[in-house]
Nanobody
């Protein structure tokens, strides 16, 4: 299983970042995928999810209208475009296969994540 997140960084409030997650072909070609995040002292939470062929997307309320999830099935890569970033978006971001109806990750295996820091 490969889950390799990248694209994080430090930005000011209102800035943008685009995260990417390289996923093993075996997983990516079979699974709905999602982004999760974990802020210091908090539990990991669902951020966004996308169906196998990209036609269905889900977002947690706090990111609706600001974040866009997408996938490139030719490159086995998941993306998260994050605009209008806020300090409360600061967290380590992870990708994983996801059950879209419950927004629960399918697997207990996680990559290293990518740190996003938003300063005010």
């Amino acid at each position: 299983v490969q889950l390799r997140e990248s694209g994080g960084g430090s930005v000011q409030t209102g800035g943008s970042l685009r995260l990417a997650c390289a996923v093993s072909e075996f997983i990516f070609s079979r699974k709905n995928m999602g982004w999760f995040r974990q802020a210091p002292g908090k539990e990991r939470e669902f951020v966004a999810g996308i169906g196998l062929y990209g036609g269905t997307t889900y977002y947690t309320d706090s990111v609706k209208g600001r974040f866009t999830i997408s996938r490139d099935n030719n490159k086995n890569t998941l993306y998260l475009q994050m605009n209008s970033l806020r300090p409360e978006d600061t967290a380590v971001y992870y990708c994983n296969a996801v059950v879209l109806t419950t927004r629960v990750p399918e697997d207990d295996y996680w990559g290293q994540g990518t740190q996003v820091t938003v300063s005010s």
